[in-house]
């Protein structure tokens, strides 16, 4: 795989995003909206850490900023690879991308690091409206150990990010698992209250998500200063996630690209 074809797609993705500068900061502003509501209902429980948060020692908010971040975070690949692939349909451009092997594993891996860059800067813009506005003691990050779930993460992300592109290629519109996974991420991963919490034992289907250990991950890292070695358990899991999901989801995009070849729809949209 060449790195120039890489920095190609990266380079006109960025210059694409920059045409759209509205849009970039219209979704800072509602996420930091969304902040304010889950704010004032931390202080309506009076910042108390409840049984659910005393793992973690922190209240609701200083929890649900976090999650938050990674919920973000792991909706860069769902919804975002395969809104690119269905861009790359409209443009004209998806065809002549997918003739050459190693173009489209440069175009898989460009989208998905693309997307990724994105949230990871408007982590950055959350961390530091945390910390200057909301007061969110940082105090005790283990970088290493955030880094090494960064990691992780990314893989499993992008994998279901190109699953899910596999229905744009098939279908050409709908896309039922970014659907699924961007809707239930948020309740059954943890990403607003944690999964203990959720009635007749609701909470053993986060286990399926990746985002659910990436969270767990997070919280420690961020609050407790914990090591990758405290953390292991989950990286371990968010690992297992990748290495089944990277080739199955490079599997079925091939597939759905030679479908898609066979119908003559790659250009249709």
Known sequence: MKINVIAAFLKKDFRLKKSYRFAFFWGIFSSFFSLLIFYFIDLLMDRKITAFLAPY????????FLGIIVYNFSGAGPGSIAQKVYE???????EEILRVKNDVQAFLLSASLYNFML??????????AGFFIFKVDFSCINWVSVLAIMFFSFFSFSSIGILSSCFILIFKRGNPIAFLFNSAEGFLGGAYFPAAVLPFGLYKISYALPVY?????????????ASIMDIWPELAVL?????????LSLLCF???ANNARRKGSLNQF
Do not use: D, M
């Open 57 to 64: 020692g922190i209240n609701y908010f200083s929890y649900v």
């Open 213 to 225: 250990w990436a969270i767990r991950a997070a919280q420690k890292a961020f609050y407790s200063g």
């Open 254 to 256: 091939n597939l759905a």
């Open 119 to 128: 949230s990871a800067a408007e982590a950055v813009v959350y961390l530091l």
């Open 88 to 94: 790359e349909k409209i443009c004209g451009t998806l």
């Open 239 to 247: 690992a297992c996630f990748s290495l089944f999901l990277v080739p």
